[in-house]
């Protein structure tokens, strides 16, 4: 048996991919611990490829049709075509028979691409029968027996595995029992399963530095520079109701890297590449602010002789009441330009159900802090949660709106590990399809219906273009009729949304124009949009 493994990342089919947060970075992880114990690893990343491919819209999101059937060029568009992303699952195949690998890892992050990776698994197996095949990543740890259904997974490893895949592979070789690695899923003899719980690394500064050598760092550049994923803790202690990390204590656990261990790994990539970009992809990068601070210490004085330095963002969002003027102000001088901010709700009964703090006063002053050293904002906001009133949300969003701030609204899916998935479930709320828990299929038509949700999305969509003609000094449009059934010729994106900004301000109908310049209407709430 040869010492070769490879580790893939599955393509994505969905209505958008955004590829900088496609970079395999726990692959990665993966990989560089694999090769500390000695094997030779490659990574095939599906999604560093930047074709895609338009593919039937899939039988169980036809109620979507109303909503996205119109193909929309307006800036008020939201989804139009279902598409495959990446390589096609012929040429995984044909790269797994070629590595020859005897295990072979898949990443299963999220559980609405669970049947894709599940399709790459059957494929890999039918080129390669030989191999052993390993699933890690959310899915599977949350829903192992789901997961091992499929005939063409031999093994699930639950949680992190970094220490556990060396494990596996080792026992693989050299045919020894399974039982003790941590976080192993395996058919027994008599075809049931042994199911291990989770395994959380206690001690993360002992795992090797990621291979990211073994990413095609090529296809992830940001105006002609590398963009660098980075971790440096794990965990959160924050029990947000909707949140899978938080769900289970032991993943909560908030664990943090050494700031050495983290400018390491920055200065390894920067020795081998321009690096232009850096998204710290932490749950709660600021949560301890002595150990930030030093972190964004050691990144100014790390890159203090580049002209150019790299922007820094953390995407998966801030938590407000850690941050502060002073923090704010080394984030800054350190490179970031833009804040995400987790607000959630400011309805203070919302807050409640996703067991989150009254964090407005927080917010609000890292807004100020923000705005005084010339950054921008966005603020993150929930809707169609269960049991949410679709009228907060509309609160949300115009408050954010009112302050000039970003509006990130996310449309609410149920998360498997999450308090609000358990919720879901008892309440017979989950959708029929694992393929619907994403935010673009509006999986949940509770107290919010998916017309009041594509409203809000819409909304969202419209205050945002007005706070970007307001920030480039573009004048608003006067309000303006706009007849039924006009044709208009207008091409640039700009002039679009302003003409159908004159009619949406004049009668507040949401309309889109189709590719060939018919204008429509989308289909929307009007008694949300009367309170707007």
């Known amino acids: 048996m040869n010492n070769k493994i490879l580790l893939v990342q599955p393509p994505i089919q969905d209505f958008y991919l955004t590829t900088k947060r496609t970079i395999p970075y726990g692959l990665s992880c993966i990989a560089g611990n694999l090769i500390k114990e000695g094997f030779t690893v490659e990574i095939f990343d599906s999604l560093a490829n930047s074709k895609s491919k338009i593919i039937n819209f899939p039988e169980e999101m036809d109620y979507l049709k109303k909503y996205y059937e119109t193909a929309d060029i307006s ?50 197996k039918s080129h390669h029968p030989d191999c052993k095949i390993v699933m890690g990543g959310h899915h599977p740890t949350s829903m192992p027996e789901t997961v091992m259904r499929c005939k063409y997974i031999d093994f699930v490893l639950r949680g992190e595995g970094e220490i556990s895949i060396p494990l596996l592979a080792k026992s693989i070789k050299k045919n020894l029992p399974l039982d003790n690695i941590p976080g192993i899923v395996f058919r027994k003899q008599d075809e049931t399963l042994h199911i291990s719980e989770p395994t959380w690394i206690k001690d993360i500064e002992k795992l090797a530095l990621p291979a990211s050598h073994l990413i095609k760092t090529s296809f992830y550049r940001r105006n002609k520079k590398q963009a660098v994923t980075v971790v ?66 050691e990144i100014i004085n790390l890159f203090k002789l580049k002209q150019e330095k790299p922007e820094l963002r953390a995407m998966n969002g801030l938590f407000p009441n850690s941050l502060d003027m002073e923090t704010i102000k080394i984030m800054k001088k350190a490179g970031f330009k833009i804040l995400n901010l987790s607000l959630g709700s400011i309805s203070l009964n919302q807050l409640s159900k996703f067991n989150r703090p009254d964090i407005r006063k927080a917010f609000e002053g890292a807004v100020e802090a923000a705005k005084s050293n010339d950054m921008e904002v966005v603020g993150y906001i929930i809707i169609g949660a269960p049991f949410q009133d679709p009228f907060d949300s509309l609160q949300d969003i115009l408050y954010l709106f009112k302050n000039k701030i970003l509006i990130g609204a996310s449309v609410f899916y149920p998360s498997p590990g999450s308090l609000d998935f358990e919720l879901c479930k008892h309440e017979n709320l989950l959708p029929k399809s694992l393929s619907l828990m994403r935010s673009s299929s509006f999986p949940l038509s509770h107290t919010t219906s998916r017309k009041q949700v594509n409203t809000l999305m819409r909304l969202s969509r419209i205050l945002n273009f007005i706070k970007f003609l307001n920030d480039k000094k573009i004048e608003i449009p006067i309000p303006k009729p706009i007849p039924d059934n006009i044709e208009i010729s207008l091409k640039d994106r700009i002039e679009i949304g302003k003409f159908l900004l004159s009619g949406f301000l004049y009668d507040r109908e949401i309309r889109g124009v189709t590719p060939d310049g018919r204008v429509f209407k989308h289909l929307a709430s009007k008694e949300l949009l009367i309170f707007c």
């Open 75 to 124: 800036p008020f568009s939201l989804f139009n075509n279902f598409k495959h992303f990446g390589y096609s699952f012929e040429t995984i195949g044909k790269k797994a028979r070629e590595s020859d690998a005897f295990l072979i890892g898949i990443s299963s992050l999220f559980t609405p691409y669970a049947g894709i990776a599940l399709k790459t698994a059957e494929t890999i």
């Open 232 to 297: 440096a803790s794990r965990g959160c202690p924050i029990k947000c109701s909707y949140c899978s990390v938080s769900g289970a204590s032991s993943h909560g656990t908030y664990r943090k890297r050494s700031v050495e261990s983290v400018i390491s790994e920055i200065t390894a990539e920067a020795k081998s590449n321009e690096v232009g970009f850096i998204d710290f992809e932490d749950e709660n990068l600021t949560l301890d602010k002595k150990w930030f601070l030093s972190l964004m210490e």
